[in-house]
């Protein structure tokens, strides 16, 4: 089993929806959850950092986390074209320096 | 804040030279910097990170006598590819994180650097 699981899509949504995207971790033991948004050819960068079960709003994402079941996701209202990208969750476990990191779901923004 | 460059953002060299990628964090201490390589398509795979003033601890399968890196700074981090051979070729990634994220363990990544072995 992975560590951190995502599924790769790719998602199409059409514009003006929700995308939802989904991350599951197999680590109990984990404290931080990130997702980044990464764009073809381009670096990774990070939207969202959850820490504590529940949701964290930032704009037009929220970050959804439940340690229980062992899952984050990110939503995104109101898509836009300029969101179509691959998004990366990332898992940080307690003492670790490294983010463990699921393969990325390619969402695609349909106008 | 937490920006991070990354020179050069392409490089082409010939099969066997060796080629050295800088990552700096600009507006914040880095006490650890990761390095990462990515394939087209694939997900990131992490090389190896790099705690200021200590040797780098690779992952497993990385070669560290092929990959050098070097953090002698909090702000400051290279990677050397020493006798580059086509397979080498690839994206590579610097990330640095600051002291005071620690424990909760955000990342910033640089743009990244292309490189390319004929």
């Known amino acids: 089993q992975k560590e951190v699981e995502q599924n790769s899509g790719p998602l199409s949504v059409p514009e003006g929806a929700i995308a939802s995207l989904n991350c599951t971790y197999s680590?109990?033991?984990?404290?931080?959850f990130f997702w980044y948004r990464q764009y073809s050819g381009k670096s990774p960068e990070l939207i969202m950092s959850?820490?504590?079960?529940g949701d964290k709003e930032d704009g037009r994402f929220t970050a959804q986390l439940n340690k229980a079941s062992q899952y984050v996701s990110l939503l995104i209202r109101d898509s836009q074209p300029s969101d179509s990208a691959t998004y990366l969750c990332a898992v940080k476990t307690q003492g670790a320096q490294k983010l463990v990191f699921g393969q990325g779901t390619r969402l695609t923004i349909n106008p | 804040g937490a920006v991070v460059s990354q020179h050069p953002s392409r490089v082409i060299c010939k099969s066997g030279t060796s080629v050295k990628i800088e990552c700096r964090s600009l507006d914040f201490q880095a006490t650890t910097m990761f390095w990462y390589r990515q394939f087209p398509k694939k997900s990131l795979m992490l090389m190896a990170t790099?705690?200021?003033?200590?040797?780098?601890?690779?992952e497993q399968g990385v070669e560290k006598d092929k990959f050098l890196i070097n953090h002698a700074s909090l702000t400051l981090s290279t990677l050397t590819v020493t006798s580059a051979h086509p397979e080498d070729s690839s994206f590579y990634i610097c990330s640095a994180r600051e002291w005071s994220s620690a424990t909760w363990g955000e990342q910033y990544f640089g743009p990244g650097t292309r490189l390319t072995v004929t």
């Open positions: 959850i820490y504590s079960n």
């Open positions: 680590d109990r033991v984990s404290q931080s």
């Open positions: 790099s705690n200021e003033g200590s040797k780098a601890t690779y």
